[in-house]
């Protein structure tokens, strides 16, 4: 693996020219996130195939009091049967610990791996979100009010914490490996992915389990979401029909936001003698270092524009090189016209005239953070394996003002080998990835 550091943005001006990247195998993927049909989508297969075909998995959200109408909500699962746990173990997690560890249960399973095999001074255990157990504060605010702060006991620090989450993951699990919380945006899963790849390029570790999880459905986090703003901004669609989350689209009600978890094991050749079994891959990562005046909304779009520029230099990549961009319009007009300006300032600032082809999942498994970035790396690896381009998912009739087009229903094949994945999150803060695909088999 190459020591030398990522081409980066900073207050002082941008790296310049090609770095060699890390080598790293995804060895395994797991996830407990929407599915079609009412059941939960937990494995590769049905992950592919809802993504490929562009599948809406979003379902009725109803709570009095509320105007959500639809969500991205896990269903058909049973954490009891499907988690090698205790049922006791079961009731005393949170919904957001019970999504992640069936997650890393199904990436370590897919990756061939046990607990026991990984290494606890070579491998870290991250995982990112929005808000992680912040669902279970609604309880313990009912049970102190209720009965006083003695009946609420240790609850608090063991379901409602960031660190909760991953700290039952691992013990639940038997995981025996140093841990890292990262919470952020919408871009947070790339952050913690770019993370990551910072401690392979230190030497620091030879393998990584990074989950991704959030659980936004509590009445705290919808009432933001679905309040309009005085600028007429607002986050939710307050439409019951799944098939009103459009983005890419001429017509945009807003997103959809939901729960779920994901996870991915990387792994670099040191970690297991002759390599892995999984789909090997290169990525190049580069982080914006400035935030716009904003900490509320999505920033100036010149920063994801200028991170755009800069990962392209430092992976010796232009435009015309991509195969598509998985990018970060979600159904917002807000958001669409903020990729589009964004996505201009590239077009210009590098000189493409050609065309570029936009996928985007946001209508398939609903807006969550923590884990929308892993899902358009593993999403973007998929299709780059299967020269399959996803459709952008329920988009009719394209934006006129998209730099780009937008992928149709059935999907576009492709012979490309890289993809560009973006995102961008409060404040401006964007996260951009390369991930160029060298070849491999899904385990």
């Known amino acids: 693996m190459s ?83 205790a049922e006791k173990t079961v009731s005393r997690s949170s919904r957001a610990a019970l ?25 870290v255990f991250v995982a990112s979100s929005l808000q992680f157990a912040f669902p279970e504060t609604e309880r313990y605010y009912a049970t102190v ?21 991953i700290g039952a993951v691992s013990s639940a699990l038997g995981i025996p490996c140093p841990t890292l919380s990262v919470a952020g945006s919408c871009n947070v899963a790339l952050r913690a992915l770019h993370v990551v790849q910072q401690m392979f390029r230190c030497g620091d570790v030879d393998r990584a389990v990074v989950v991704g999880v959030d659980e936004t459905t509590d009445p705290v986090f919808v009432a933001g979401t679905s309040h309009t703003g005085r600028s007429g901004y607002r986050a939710s669609s307050l439409s019951d029909d799944p098939g009103d989350v459009r983005p890419h689209d001429r017509v945009q009600t807003g997103n959809a936001t939901g729960e779920g978890a994901i996870a991915v094991v990387l792994e670099n050749d040191r970690a297991r003698p002759g390599g892995g079994r999984g789909l090997r891959h290169r990525m190049h990562l580069h982080s914006s ?29 232009s435009l015309g090189d991509l195969a598509f961009v998985n990018d970060y319009a979600d159904g917002n007009r807000f958001v669409e016209d903020h990729l589009c300006e964004a996505l201009t300032l590239v077009r210009e600032t590098t000189g493409h005239t050609g065309e570029l082809l936009l996928t985007n999942q946001e209508a398939v498994f609903g807006h969550v953070a923590g884990t929308g970035g892993l899902v358009k790396l593993l999403s973007s690896l998929l299709m780059l394996h299967h020269g399959h381009i996803a459709p952008s998912a329920n988009c009719r009739t394209p934006y006129d003002r998209l730099p780009g087009r937008p992928v149709p229903a059935g999907g576009l094949p492709t012979s490309g080998d890289a993809a560009l994945v973006l995102s961008s999150g409060a404040g401006g803060d964007a996260t951009s990835m390369i991930v160029e695909l060298e070849g491999g088999e899904l385990p």
């Open 289 to 317: 270092r400035s935030n716009g005046p904003s900490t509320v909304a999505t920033g100036p779009p010149d920063n994801v524009a200028g991170d755009v520029a800069a990962v392209l230099r430092s992976s010796g990549r």
């Open 3 to 85: 020591s030398e550091p990522l081409s980066s943005e900073s207050r002082g001006g941008r790296g310049t020219g090609a770095v060699p990247p890390p080598e790293l195998w995804l060895a395994g993927a797991g996830m407990v996130l929407p599915g079609p049909g009412g059941v939960a989508c937990t494995d590769l297969d049905t992950f592919w195939k809802t993504v490929g075909d562009g599948t809406v998995c979003l379902s009725p959200y109803d709570r009095p009091g509320l105007p959500l109408r639809i969500a991205g909500l896990v269903r058909g699962w049973d954490p009891v049967a499907a988690l090698p746990v």
């Open 99 to 123: 999504l992640a560890m069936g997650a890393v249960h199904g990436a370590l399973e897919n990756a061939g791996l046990s607990p026991a095999d990984l290494d606890p001074e070579r491998t």
């Open 145 to 165: 009010h209720a009965e006083g702060p003695a009946a609420l006991g240790m609850a608090y620090w063991m379901t409602g914490t960031p660190p909760s989450v």
